[in-house]
């Protein structure tokens, strides 16, 4: 889907024709700023990229290039293979564990977590759209999951994971468990849940509901088989955002999990913190944890600055 | 009443699920039950934890001590506190400033006419803000490496001497981590002033040129306090948002050299989670929560207002 960010006003083709050689000059100009532009902000990402393919000779090679003088895969390979390195890479083992269950617990953990977001959130952005239910400060409360810092939530959650859950329901793990990161990420995306689709949810008009509650229609009909269908592409579009809100959440998982719910972030992390040249493979890594999020990304362009400003700022 | 003795449960309860009140009542249900399990209990919990002396090894929490407001004169007299907000704060206002400034210019570039291909490279821009933090720290952390591409370009450009220890020095590494929360950052304020100005309406820019305004006066005069509005924000989301720092401190310096560039959230982290200190920690995260409640209150009114418009 190639939506762009933001309609602009285009040129009219009228003015083209007699356009005059100064002009010229400025579109062309115009043109090389923009590619600087977009060269800045790609070439942090595709440096991570070229390093991810180069063998160790190359990782601190001067002059750097950008292109792989010899490239190989093996960087990829390694990390879900780390027993078994291929070529120069065996020399720089180090820490490295296998990336495999961190990318099966992340793909289990946000997806879960995303629909159950959306589906709560809407269902209560309905309530607050249509009656105003709890007034300002339900709304306004959801907020305070996102403005205060996550470190905050965390000193008492370890606390409530650890200590005063197993003990009101023995048996019920909590503490990195993939249920654990699963609930806390409900709690904490609920809110951008709640406010992206009650935009939606605003944008349907009133009367065709009411209309349909004149037919005799059920309050429940009416949202599930009127105004669901109605909303559906703005449903989607949270849950991709929601979705890139749980992939990348680094905090909580750093703090509630260990060993057996480790996500991609914290396996990044582990990487990175790796002692010794392991550039290679850390690289690799991190590309494969942007993918996901990227391609989610641009899937709901035109919804990003909606996400980020909770609704505040729509297009 | 007969036709209601004499419909069957099915029915009953069809008739109760599609009361108003109850309809009302199961679509804020689920996010009740989530606030009060997940929220407000360990909210309750993190000042009663604030107020007693505990450590995990020290055994059951609920058998600690009273200290009552010990903790808190101990954070508030705790110079290492100062200083951490103190930084967190330098850090939220370069990195928030430039952003602005950076997304504000980019946002008039791309909003001239006459420039091919817009879409594509407004498209571009927007990648960084979708990666993991996580990532964006270790791409940053690449690039600054002492044998790393940007101490090549600057020898290359000014000479052998001008490659610098960049994660060595404390103001350099915390120059670093703004510059990868700016270049993360910068395309939110971008994508949201350049919305704002093609929504802008036309005609009185158009008025203002008639009547011979510079462009100066214009962009003064008209452009910006009808953007006012979002600008303010957009700048209030990315102040709360950085405040919080963590994962780009983490992955880049780990606070590091020393305690140097610890950020407020890595600080309270480390205190609670890695020295176990965990009643300090909560006296921390009380004293933040009340801080932010009170800048919050303040910040969101106009927001508020928009949101009536």
């Known amino acids: 889907m190639a939506e762009t960010a933001v309609t602009t006003p285009t040129v009219t083709s009228v003015a083209r024709p007699r356009l005059s050689a100064r002009a010229w000059v400025g579109t062309l100009l115009r043109l090389l700023v923009a590619v600087g532009i977009a060269i800045v902000f790609l070439l942090p990402v595709l440096w991570m990229l070229s390093i991810s393919f180069k063998p160790p000779t190359e990782w601190l090679e001067y002059p ?63 309530a607050v759209s249509r009656f105003r239910v709890g007034g300002n400060f339900m709304p306004f409360f959801t907020l305070t999951t996102r403005m205060f810092p996550p470190v905050a939530f965390a000193v008492p ?13 023995p048996g019920l793990r909590l503490y990195d468990t993939r249920l654990g990161l699963i609930l806390m990420y409900i709690a904490f995306t609920v809110a951008f849940a709640l406010w992206m689709t009650k935009g939606f949810i605003d944008g349907v008009p009133r009367h065709i509901e009411e209309a349909a509650i004149l037919d ?70 991190g590309i494969l944890a942007s993918l996901p999020v990227v391609i989610a990304g641009y899937l709901i362009q035109r919804h990003l600055v909606t996400g980020f400003t909770f609704g505040l700022i729509r297009e | 009443m007969a036709n209601i003795a004499l ?53 059951d929490w609920t058998q600690a001590p009273f200290n009552w407001f010990g903790n808190y004169v101990k954070v508030l007299t705790d110079p290492r506190f100062w200083e951490v907000l103190g930084r967190t704060l330098v850090i939220v206002f370069f990195a928030v400033s430039l952003e602005f400034l950076l997304g504000f210019a980019l946002a008039l570039f791309f909003s001239q006419d006459r420039l091919p291909g817009k879409r594509l490279f407004t498209s571009i821009i927007l990648y960084p803000m979708m990666l993991p933090w996580v990532v964006v720290g270790f791409t940053f952390y690449l690039l600054f490496l002492d044998r790393g591409p940007v101490n090549y370009v600057l020898i290359q450009l000014l000479g052998p001497g001008a490659a610098q220890p960049w994660f060595k020095e404390p103001p350099l590494a915390i120059g670093t981590i703004i510059l990868a929360d700016v270049w993360q950052w910068t395309p939110f304020m971008f994508l ?57 401190v983490y992955i880049m310096t780990g606070g590091g050299p020393g305690t140097s560039t610890e950020s407020l959230s890595l600080f309270i982290y480390r205190t609670g989670f890695v020295y176990g200190q965990l009643s300090l920690a909560a006296a921390m995260a009380v004293l933040l ?21």
């Open chain 2, 192 to 248: 949201i002033l350049y919305s704002g100005l093609g929504a802008l309406p036309r005609e009185p820019v158009e008025a203002a040129m008639t009547l011979g305004a510079t462009r100066w006066q214009i962009f003064r005069l008209i452009t910006l306090p009808m953007l006012k509005p979002v600008i303010i924000i957009a700048l209030v989301i990315r102040a709360l948002e950085c405040f919080k720092i963590f994962d780009l």
């Open chain 1, 157 to 169: 959650l370890l606390v409530y994971y650890s200590a005063v859950i197993p003990s009101v329901i």
């Open chain 1, 64 to 126: 750097p290039t950008l292109i792989p003088k010899e490239p190989l895969i093996g960087n990829y390979t390694f990390l879900f293979n780390p027993g078994n390195p291929e070529g120069a890479i065996a020399v720089m083992t180090g820490a490295a564990e296998p990336v495999m269950p961190a990318f099966i617990n992340s793909l289990i953990i946000a997806p879960v977590a995303t629909v159950f977001s959306v589906i709560i959130g809407f269902l209560a952005a309905y």
């Open chain 2, 289 to 309: 929560l009340i801080s932010i409640a009170v800048v919050t209150r303040f910040a969101i009114r106009p927001l508020e207002y928009r949101e009536e418009v």
């Open chain 2, 7 to 59: 419909s069957s449960p099915g029915q009953r309860l069809s008739r109760w699920i599609n009361q108003e009140h109850v309809f009302k009542l199961i679509l804020v249900a689920p996010l009740q039950v989530l606030m009060w399990a997940i929220l407000i209990v360990p909210t309750l919990l993190v000042i009663y934890l604030s107020l007693v002396r505990w450590e995990p090894i020290l055994g």
């Open chain 1, 216 to 285: 005799g229609a059920s309050r429940w009909r009416v949202l599930f088989t009127i105004t669901l269908p109605l909303v559906r592409g703005g449903l989607a579009a949270t849950t991709l955002f929601i979705f890139i809100l749980t992939w990348t959440e680094f905090l909580f998982a750093l703090i509630f999990t260990q060993r057996y719910a480790i996500t991609v972030p914290v396996q990044v992390s582990h990487y990175a913190g790796a002692i010794g040249r392991f550039y290679g493979p850390q690289a690799a890594l």
